[in-house]
């Protein structure tokens, strides 16, 4: 058996997440562990409160991180909100629809599915229909912006939507938070959930969420009790402070040394500001969009739906796209994601997110990716990229 | 709002976890980050189920962390495990024991609670009793340290007599792994969790887990899907590579850089060699009791249950607790815990775990408790408790 330490390859990060870590990022990590009840961490658990309200645009006092990665921020707005015979109408586009469905039903809610195509945005009319039809409904779910394909829907007018007719929402911003603008109290969205290691650029393993006073209103009128005693937003609130009064209750310990590297990509996004932050996002993406164009490669989504921070790429026929990945990395260092699902074998994944939506990176990137598609065989036109991204960058 | 890096003061921790983290496991959160999915990630996964091998003693495939802290290591057992309806066995002797039952009846089973006073081991008498009594008893579970007292049960005979009676079992082993001996297949135990901060001396925040055959079995022949998606075993097999074939199914993304840092801590681990770190824990606990009693204070917890790694002290009358815990963290950068639930105000605990079982963590503990003590004007023996430890440490 292993003695050895780990020492890790130092990889470009240019898939669906983790993105690059910042160097700050990476060095808070490593900084002295202290209790989880020392008054100095309780202190910086309040700042992080207020980073969050800052990234998620809200006022919504119940917001915090979950000491868990983003399929566990999922959960604990699905076990908080649907009860036993509750009816949620779930948005499917993509992967993490699929992902809700199965959170709904193991709520022992029911289900009911609005079914987009994979690469669309979710259809805001078929929404509208569903909820006409389903008088009931409590909630709305769907995602922001799907990880999987790289569309991303109208949250504000899905939201509105859900509110004219007495809904909630849950709303996945897993992959646009801190990316493209997410607007939480501007959309009324009341349980909104996303993840550190996409436009944070943090280490994965945390989930910020959010919840609005209705969303609050609605857990303290359970007839049940939450499912799961590790979600439960009463005991969570208790720990966060978010009772009022200045004692916290024990619940689990926080993860200490992740929520110092939170804080910290917090305070470099604050540096950077929200509106810049997204600016570079888009302007990234249209360099990089330049490149790949330039190179005769195609986009598997319509560009009034495009996530400017996870690009598909449609494969070239007949070329060995897991060779193509691997190649990337072992000669490269640079890690691509690869389709998801049913996405399998049809796209990669270009993620140009947080720390990762650089000049460099996509240059790099770029270069790469027509050095293996030429060595490859592909019918590509070689030599065009890197000048074509190169132009963007340049008027940026 | 604030946009200052946090950085944390230096204290040596020595309440109920986390402990003082060792320098290279800290140099070890802030290496690169690479993906979840990268072939050096994944063979670095298949090291860490290793190593939580030899650290539980088992040989049980089912062995990996939990990508979130204890409380949901524990509620993986009970999900996995407890379908509704079903009859389960709770040991109460602290909070750990409570909070087990509320698994129980949020998986919508029966709670047959065995209580003994908080303090004292969990009697192995009673729980026959239990067992004789309710024959379609499915589980018994039970906490083999309970981190509330430091108190510390007969694992061997509890799994021992469960197993006779056709019962599975789920044991916290929070705080003892890496601290006194945890035995997983020596005693039988079907579901065992532990936690990373404690006497392993990494960052809280992932949750080791072991499964028995029988437990893999048991979860197989479920008659409901388990109620949480992200603690569903089935699926976090089919990441974690337990289903047989190369191929990772995609779950989550694994919490990486904490994942570095707790393949070092287990590095450091196999270094020490597990007999020695247990050899170490109860050296330790020696030279601090010579210390506390020659200070006349007295242990909370009888000699012959008493967790060496987490030791109970009686507070002295007239002494205002929180404002001696208060001092010692201001002025000599020094964390104790306090007592919780109704132990609150009876005992202060004092962790020697892991990296923080040191002579040197002794030293300073126990000078800086007779300091404060002696200027709250507290009826000790002031001057011969550091005298006394060197003593037992000298002789170690």
Known sequence: MTTQSFHPPERTLMGPGPSDVHPRILEALSRPTIGHLDPVFVEMMEEVKGLLQYAFRTENRLTLPVSAPGSAGMEMCFVNLVEPGDQVIVCKNGVFG??????????????????????????????????????DAKVVAFVHAETSTGAQSDAATLCGLAREHGCLTIVDTVTSLGGTPVEVDAWGADAVYSGTQKCLSCTPGLSPVTFSERAVEAIGNRKTKVQSWFLDLNLVMGYWGNEGGAKRAYHHTAPINPLYALHEALVILREEGLENAWARHARMHEALKAGIEAMGLSFFVDEAHRLPQLNSVTIPEGVDEARVRSRLLEQYNLEIGAGLGPMAGKIWRIGLMGHSASATNILNCLGALDAVLSDEGAAIQSGRAVPAAMAKLGNG
Chains 1, 2 share one sequence.
């Not at 022992?108 to 006409?132: H, M, Q, R």
């Open 98 to 135: 699929n992902r809700m469905q199965e959170n709904v039903e193991r709520c022992g809610g029911t289900a009911i599915l609005v079914e987009d195509e994979w690469g669309s945005p979710v259809d805001p009319a078929k929404v509208e229909e569903a909820l006409k039809a389903n008088p």
